[in-house]
Nanobody, 124 residues
């Protein structure tokens, strides 16, 4: 199985940018379909973006389309989430997740492995 560790979160002003990283260990990240989810206080965890093993399939939630970019570097065993034009409503804990089945899913329950999350706070 794979272990996932997120980093790169922090406090940023509205309009700013952050890049989140998800470092994998235990098994190579190239074996997995990868996703990013987020959870704001008092809400359920929601899908943000997903990327196929070869990065030929990339999907975004409508709320982040055009602002966020998911990518992966299988040689570095790392997945990234570049977040631009951040808004206060992007404030949440962001989680990286890995899925054994290599088809697209935006369902939290279909992902098999999760990181511990990294806090992103966007001030207005």
């Amino acid at each position: 199985q794979v272990q996932l560790v997120e980093s790169g979160g922090g406090l940023v002003q509205a309009g700013g940018s952050l890049r989140l990283s998800c470092a994998a260990s235990g098994r190579t990240v190239s074996s997995y379909y990868m996703g990013w989810f987020r959870q704001a206080p008092g809400t359920e965890r929601e899908f943000v973006a997903a990327i196929s093993r070869s990065a030929t399939g990339i999907y975004y939630a409508d709320s982040v389309k055009g602002r966020f970019t998911i990518s992966r570097d299988n040689a570095k065993n790392t997945v990234y989430l570049q977040m631009n034009s951040l808004k206060p409503q992007d404030t949440a804990v962001y989680y990286c997740a890995a899925r054994e089945r290599v088809v697209f899913s935006n369902s939290e329950s279909s992902y098999d492995y999760w990181g511990q999350g990294t806090q992103v706070t966007v001030s207005s």
